[in-house]
């Protein structure tokens, strides 16, 4: 089932590639802009509106292939106590794990872009059990 599931987000990653390539496909998000000007808690409203709690992993990473045209990490190498101080409002149990997606980088300048981080929180069962939203400035 492993090689299956691997399988399947190989074939998702090709997708999303091939469509950010060939331009197909509009996102359902609002443009960068727009989204630095929302709230957290709008944005999270954002984002659970097309990713709601209980969704399976495999279908949130749809929604960022295919609905928001983004890409996201797999973090799997955290102590339940760093999960825990990510910002889910939900208490992470053993078990937890989260996928990473930076649903916005606009550079604001020649060192410093800011960006918007979205945090998908799943359970053993790998379901969506919570959503983090963190915007923040990188800078040199």
């Not at 950010?20 to 509106?49: F, H, I, K, Q």
């Not at 045209?69 to 955290?78: F, G, N, Q, V």
């Not at 990473?100 to 960006?115: E, P, Q």
């Amino acid at each position: 089932m492993a090689s299956h599931k691997t399988a399947s987000a190989r074939l998702w990653a090709l997708l999303a590639i091939f469509f950010a390539l060939t331009g197909c496909g509009l996102s359902v998000l609002p443009p960068d802009r727009t989204m630095l000007s929302m709230s957290e808690a709008a944005l999270r409203g954002l984002v659970l509106t097309n990713a709601p709690l209980g969704m399976s992993q495999a279908d949130v990473e749809q929604v960022l292939a295919g609905s928001f045209h983004r890409k996201w990490e797999a973090i799997d190498s955290e102590s339940r106590e760093m999960v825990s101080q990510r910002g889910f409002s939900r208490p992470v149990s053993s078990g937890d794990y989260y996928r990473l997606s930076d649903i916005v980088v606009h550079r604001c300048g020649f060192i410093s872009s800011d960006v918007i981080t979205v945090r998908f929180l799943f359970g053993p069962t790998h379901q969506l059990k919570d959503v983090a939203i963190k915007k923040w400035t990188d800078s040199l």
